[in-house]
């Protein structure tokens, strides 16, 4: 009796351990390769990890805020009083619900880590590293081929085509050619996750082991990064590196200098825009014309921020304020790449806060931000240099990639922070079994 008792016991627990750890080998390798399906698979990480929690009842533990929590609620319910006066109402209400959903869902699984059995966990995060690096593999076979897979699945799957794909050459109805930047989201997924799977590798491996397989990780993101055309991902991965080889020699005081920086770029980024502007570095050759074409939207956005100085135009209203005409109706002075208008996003997160949220929200993003960074001084000190490093990188690619409110980032940019809690949590367990 007490040996088929043993049984019933070991079967679940060993089929939960294989589905979380196939779970966590599953989805870096999905959400590289698809980045648009990173609000599938951050619920089902999350929620892997919140259940063995609630079922041994200590449900309780998960709902204790702590200042960031606190501070994070305030920006999301900011967003829903702000979408009230935003050009779409109902999109930027969304908006705020997805922000408050993600807030809410990564603290309750961050206190939940701590509670899932240490060989789970253990289990968890070698397969996250083993599945970041097949992300890596998958992309760099791609970047070499053209976006061979892309191409085939995209013309074997008729519903996925599209007559006039951005960035996409099309011939008798299928797709010959690809641009390589349609790879910059998943070049982007894959520098999000590359700093918890070294933390993951470094808390999982021992010995020479560890040294090769971190090694060949972060050559061959490396490698990816530079082979794509997304430039803000290889920004974020030099700053990134820079602060990692610091953050183990000034640890306390590079988090707290993360703090004043994100701080500061909200206080710089219009003086900023403006020099650059009138520096004329939109007009020189030397730098790249998606760069060029930056500084004219982000002066001209810079412009529109003293329209609304308070309150903002309305949460992800620069898509909507954008008619598909203002580009025809745009000045466009002799030599500028682009006209003298919007874009469909500001391309700075800082910059987008000031034009929609105004400074009210501002303030609110920039403490919100402010104590997330100081929250990684509560981390094992062997996980601070990666911690600090994935802050800059998502930093980084904030201040020159993508809009803010574009689902897939703001999963994306939550499942990283899911993954480096699951490492860290590893490294305090090796501190205090």
Request: with cysteine; net charge neutral.
């Amino acid at each position: 009796m007490s040996v088929s008792a043993d049984v019933e016991v070991y079967r679940p627990y060993t089929f939960g351990s294989a589905l979380i750890s196939a779970l966590f080998f599953i989805t870096p390798v999905v959400t590289t390769a698809v980045p648009r399906v990173t609000w599938l698979f951050f619920p089902l990480i999350a929620f892997s990890l919140i259940l063995p929690a609630v079922r041994r009842g200590e449900w309780h533990q998960l709902i204790q805020p702590n200042s960031a929590l606190i501070a994070c609620s305030l920006v999301a319910g900011y967003i829903l009083l702000n979408a009230t006066w935003a050009a779409d109402s109902g999109t930027a209400f969304g908006k705020g619900l997805l922000l408050l959903a993600l807030i809410l869902i990564s603290f309750v699984a961050s206190r939940a880590i701590p509670q899932v059995d240490e060989q789970q966990l253990r289990n968890a995060a070698v397969a996250f590293a083993f599945g970041t690096f097949v992300a890596a593999l998958f992309l760099t076979f791609e970047l070499l081929t053209g976006g061979a897979i892309t191409r085939l699945v995209l013309n074997s799957v008729e519903l996925l085509q599209r007559p006039h794909v951005k960035h996409a050459h099309m011939s008798n109805g299928e797709i010959i050619d690809l641009s390589m930047s349609m790879l910059n989201r998943n070049v982007n997924i894959l520098t999000f996750n590359m700093w918890p799977a070294l933390l993951a590798i470094k808390t999982t491996f021992y010995g020479i082991r560890r040294t090769v397989f971190a090694g060949i990780l972060l050559a061959t993101v490396t490698l990816v990064v530079f082979l794509s055309e997304h430039q803000s991902s290889q920004v974020a991965l030099l700053v990134s590196l820079t602060v990692f080889c610091a953050a183990s020699l000034w640890r306390k005081t590079l988090i707290n200098s993360l703090a004043v920086m994100w701080c500061l770029a909200f206080v710089l980024v219009l003086p900023t825009d403006f020099l650059a502007y009138k520096a004329d570095l939109h007009m020189a050759e030397w730098l790249p014309k998606s760069f060029r074409a930056r500084i004219i939207i982000w002066e001209y956005t810079a412009e529109r921020v003293f329209d609304h100085p308070w309150l903002g135009v309305g949460a992800d209203s620069t898509r909507v304020l954008k008619e598909p005409n203002t580009l025809e109706m745009a000045e466009r002075p002799q030599g500028f790449i682009y006209p003298r208008t919007i874009g469909w996003h500001a391309h700075d997160l800082f910059l987008q806060s000031w034009f929609e949220l105004g400074f009210i929200g501002v303030i609110l993003v920039a403490f919100a931000g402010a104590m997330v960074a100081l929250r990684m001084s509560f981390l094992p000190i062997e996980a601070q240099p990666f911690a600090a490093s994935s802050f800059i990188a998502f930093m980084a690619i904030a201040s020159f990639g993508w809009g803010m409110w574009q689902t897939w980032l703001l999963c994306g940019a939550a499942l990283s922070l899911i993954f480096l809690l699951v490492a860290a949590n590893l490294c305090a367990r090796e501190r205090h079994p």
